[in-house]
């Protein structure tokens, strides 16, 4: 098939996806997570990770379901980072003069066991959740593949579990949604 006509079977096809599922995938992600400008921001992600891997799609008639399970997917991961985020930005914000000491105590605490990573989880590490960079953003940055900030990642996130006696699969154990086949 000619190139330029696959790019515009493709642009009409995802546009009319997005034209009539744009809103009912912002409701849906809005439940998921509790927060309309997040949920408008992980549509948008959906809709771009399936532009960007158009060419892997089997059944590209079946776009909608391609999108709806990378929205689901994206609120998934943004839940799961969600509860160290905020324990991690409770502590970071905090009025210094409103410290306890149990949170002084916590926060070093973290930091120094994120210092004490190997230095490629600790760059992901990092960049991901301090800098809040997308794993394709911090897979650039470092010069590796996305699948690669996914592994050091998870590396990072069972040694600091270990380090700060806690479970690393707490927020984690359901299995990712797969596109429809």
Not at 62 to 76: D, K, P, S, T
Not at 86 to 107: L, M, Q
Not at 154 to 160: E, F, I, Q, S
Request: hydrophobic share 40%.
């Amino acid at each position: 098939m000619d190139p330029k006509r696959a790019a515009t079977q493709r642009d009409d096809l995802l546009g009319a996806v997005f034209s009539e599922h744009y809103g009912g995938f912002c409701r849906l992600a809005t439940l998921l997570l509790g927060d309309g400008a997040a949920a408008e921001e992980v549509v948008q992600e959906a809709f771009l990770r399936t532009f960007s891997s158009w060419w892997r799609l089997r059944q590209p008639d079946r776009a909608q379901w391609y999108v709806r399970a990378a929205v689901v997917n994206l609120c998934r991961s943004r839940l799961r980072r969600r509860g160290s985020e905020e324990a991690g930005n409770r502590a970071s914000w905090r009025d210094p003069a409103e410290w306890t000491d149990g949170a002084v105590d916590d926060a070093l605490v973290i930091l120094e066991a994120v210092r004490t990573l190997p230095p490629r989880q600790r760059e992901t590490v990092v960049l991901r959740y301090y800098q809040d960079l997308s794993e394709r953003d911090v897979a650039a940055l470092l010069g590796c593949s996305v699948g690669t900030v996914k592994s050091q990642l998870a590396r990072a996130r069972v040694t600091l579990a270990a380090a700060l006696g806690t479970d690393p699969d707490r927020e984690s154990n359901e299995e990712e949604i797969d596109a429809p086949e």
